[in-house]
């Protein structure tokens, strides 16, 4: 069999009611076109068995892959639609009709006019309309988070006005899959800001859902801060306002265990143990969530960061009396130097030992965090 030109992939979780539609649709749309459509899907509905009944009939090609134990959500969808299409061109889109598949001929005309990688469908370019957003709080968290984005991006969405948006063309070979880490709805904030693409517009009107229910709800509003808090500062600063959360913590601790009548240097010993423990728990939770299954068990992580956190605290002490004694050092300054340099020693060891993942390169985007490949998302052009 060979590959079609394109893969029109459609991320599904409990549409059965709209399937029928929207396949008449894309085939009425790509009338001519060696296309296919892929659905991803992690129902837990009949929709599996309503794509099969479908795909029995319809006009055009049409596969699915159902995710038992699905990762990364509607963005893992994507992920895994497009690293199955052999197409050189895939479009995007939701299955419940808000994206109107008669613009997908469009959208393919433009990559070819202006020799794009990627072009997007937007509702906020001219002529666009966020319309079928269930209602005006929707609207407006959309347009004022699509606003501020666009600002923390300055370079990699300068000609794009709806990164949000879940319906685009793209080309295949333009993405290295492997570099993105889905998480949540905003696929296509994370291929952008990730990658250095040429983008290209159009138009379009988002409309209302044809059938079936939203799946949109605060807890995606939360993955989608995390998705920018990592996209824009990355692994090293979650790590740092975790080590910064836990001085104070530290600090905190000792206060109270004084006061209840604790000598200095014993109250001192339990609050940095105690602090090691929760950055550790925090850290699994926070920095390092995609990297926990990849490598050593948890005992042994856990071995690993209290070990090196406590030899780290020993080396640092005799050091920094050292450099004020012997090297005639400022206190102040030499104390801001020695917690600088154990605490680029202690991200480099975390990322490049404790989790380090089996049998594989380190992830891409460790490197990037710890400086080693430029992007956006770390280098700040
Ligand atoms: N495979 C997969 N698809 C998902 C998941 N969550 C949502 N989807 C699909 O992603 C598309 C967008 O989800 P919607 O619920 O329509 O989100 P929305 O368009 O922002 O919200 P509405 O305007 O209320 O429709 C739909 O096709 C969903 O079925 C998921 O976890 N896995
Ligand atoms: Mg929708």
Not at 7 to 32: H, K, M, S, Y
Not at 181 to 192: A, N
Request: hydrophobic fraction near 50%; charged fraction near 20%; include cysteine.
């Amino acid at each position: 069999m060979t590959a079609p030109d394109l893969t029109v992939v459609v991320p599904t979780f409990n549409e059965a009611p709209n399937v029928a539609e929207l396949v008449r649709q894309v085939a009425d749309a790509l009338d001519g076109v060696d296309a296919e459509v892929l659905f991803v899907d992690d129902s837990r509905d009949d929709t599996p068995d309503v794509i099969r009944e479908v795909a029995a009939t319809a006009t055009i090609p049409v596969r699915l892959i159902h995710r038992d134990e699905p990762v990364g959500g509607l963005s893992g969808a994507v992920q895994a639609g497009l690293a199955d299409s052999a197409a050189p061109w895939c479009v995007v889109m939701d299955g419940d009709l808000q994206h109107p598949p008669a613009l997908i001929p469009a959208l393919l005309a433009t990559a070819r006019a202006e020799d794009a990688d990627v072009v997007v469908a937007s509702r906020y370019t001219s002529d666009g309309s966020a319309g079928g957003l269930a209602n005006a709080t929707r609207r407006m968290v959309s347009s004022v988070s699509t606003s501020v984005t666009r600002a923390m991006f300055p370079v990699r969405l300068a000609d794009c006005s709806d990164p949000m948006t879940g319906f685009f063309a793209v080309r295949r070979e333009a993405v290295d899959l492997g570099r993105l880490q889905p998480r949540g709805f905003k696929i296509l904030l994370e291929i952008l800001a990730r990658h250095r693409l040429r983008v290209a517009e159009i138009p379009f009107v988002f409309g209302e859902r044809f059938a079936g229910e939203s799946k949109a709800s605060f807890a995606q509003g939360m993955r989608f801060l995390a998705q920018l808090a990592a996209l824009r500062f990355g692994r090293m600063s979650r790590f740092a306002i975790i080590g910064g959360f836990g001085a104070l913590v530290n600090i905190a601790l000792v206060a109270l265990l004084t006061g209840f009548g604790l000598p200095y240097l014993a109250a001192a010993i339990v609050a940095a143990e105690i602090t090691i423990v929760m950055n550790f728990l925090l850290q699994e939770r926070f920095v390092f969530a995609d990297l926990r299954h990849e490598g050593r068990s948890t005992a042994r992580r856990f071995a690993g960061s209290f070990a090196f956190n406590n030899v780290e605290t020993a080396v640092r002490m005799p050091l920094l009396v050292l450099l004020v004694s012997s090297a005639h050092i400022a206190a102040v300054p030499a104390t801001a130097v020695t917690l600088l340099v154990a605490f680029v020693a202690r991200f480099v060891f975390h990322a490049r030992v404790v989790y380090r993942p089996r049998s594989r390169r380190v992830p891409v985007d460790a490197l990037e965090d710890v400086g080693v490949l430029p992007d956006e998302a770390s280098s700040g052009t």
